[in-house]
């Protein structure tokens, strides 16, 4: 935290985006609402405000950030698009798709953005709060999930507060998060081959027409979302579980049942849009471990099963 405050909590409106903007041109750490979950950001051309995003979360230098735009123009001066990234980017943004492009040699980004990679990972919100607070700000943000690092990820602003409360400047409440998964991340290589690096909740069949996209196991980090074991609940989990033992949490769907349910009519997208949310109160209950039911891996049922397999391991 850049000051000796308690994180401050604004409402999502102009007087909260307008304060919040000052922060962040300030050099300090806001937590903002998107379409995905909560980002903390700072602006990404300030090594030090960068420096505090990687303290906040206690997160590895390593792991690198995701840079947020407002327009296509923005990004243009952090990567070199070829035309097929382009193209994938007029017809994704704004929306929960992050691309993976060479960094611009002359891009005006804090050299720890990359984590020391030649890559730059980008990306338009569609979240209104957030696209208002880039032009309010007038600054590029970096923006990880506001949590501590390998932490659950937040989709509400209690979310945020019960992890960095003290940690961080202000948070931005905005309500819940609409999809409640981080963002599908694509890199765009120089040869056109596409690479999906995280799965998420962005429909990659509209992206069919580009050519087709491999989920190809990264030999090195090129990505947030990468590590083996992330989103993790601080207990053990047990998926594809039928029923709870009794000292465990049970997270149920469709007709199993359980504490809580990620969706009874077993939808996958309401699934989605309250794993996290099921993760925190499995989290705060009294039994020592947590049991998920089986999710089908269909749909953005692929991202929730890449999401839970992490926090189990």
């Avoid at 990404?44 to 420096?51: F, L, Q, S």
């Avoid at 659950?152 to 309500?175: F, Q």
């Avoid at 087709?212 to 590590?227: C, F, H, K, W, Y």
């Avoid at 992330?230 to 359980?258: C, T, W």
Wanted: glycine share 10%; proline share 7%; hydrophobic share 45%.
């Amino acid at each position: 935290m850049s000051g000796k405050n308690a994180t401050e909590t604004l409402g999502a409106d102009a007087a909260g985006i307008a304060r919040a903007a000052r922060i962040l041109q300030s050099g300090g750490l806001v937590a903002v609402p998107t379409e995905t979950v909560y980002g903390l950001a700072a602006r990404a051309d300030d090594t030090a405000a960068v420096a505090k995003i990687y303290a906040a979360k206690g997160r590895p230098g390593f792991n690198p950030l995701i840079v947020h735009v407002d327009t296509l123009t923005q990004a243009e001066a952090l990567a070199e698009f070829s035309d097929l990234a382009r193209q994938i980017a007029r017809a994704a943004w704004p929306g929960p798709l992050t691309l993976v492009l060479p960094r611009r040699a002359d891009a005006p980004l804090a050299d720890a953005v990359s984590a020391g990679l030649p890559t730059i990972a980008l990306r338009m919100p569609a979240h209104p709060v957030m696209r208002t607070l880039i032009r309010e700000s007038g600054c590029v943000l970096a923006a990880p999930s506001a949590n501590l690092s390998n932490a659950i990820s937040p989709t509400t602003a209690a979310h945020v507060a019960a992890s960095l409360g003290g940690r961080i400047d202000a948070i931005l409440d905005g309500g819940a998060c609409e999809n409640g998964l981080e963002s599908t991340i694509l890199a765009v290589r120089h040869d056109g081959t596409l690479d999906i690096l995280r799965p998420g909740p962005f429909d990659l069949a509209r992206l069919r027409g580009f050519g087709s996209a491999a989920d190809r196991p990264a030999a090195n980090i090129e990505a947030p979302g990468q590590l083996r074991s992330h989103y993790s609940p601080g207990k053990p989990v047990r998926l594809n579980a039928d029923k709870p033992h009794q000292d465990e949490f049970m997270i149920g769907f469709g007709a199993v049942e359980g504490h809580c349910t990620l969706s009874a009519s077993g939808d996958v997208a309401e699934a989605g849009g309250n794993l996290y949310a099921a993760l925190h109160e499995a989290a705060a209950s009294q039994l020592p471990r947590i049991a998920v039911a089986p999710i089908p891996a269909e749909g953005i049922g692929t991202a929730i099963n890449d999401r839970l397999r992490r926090a189990a391991a």
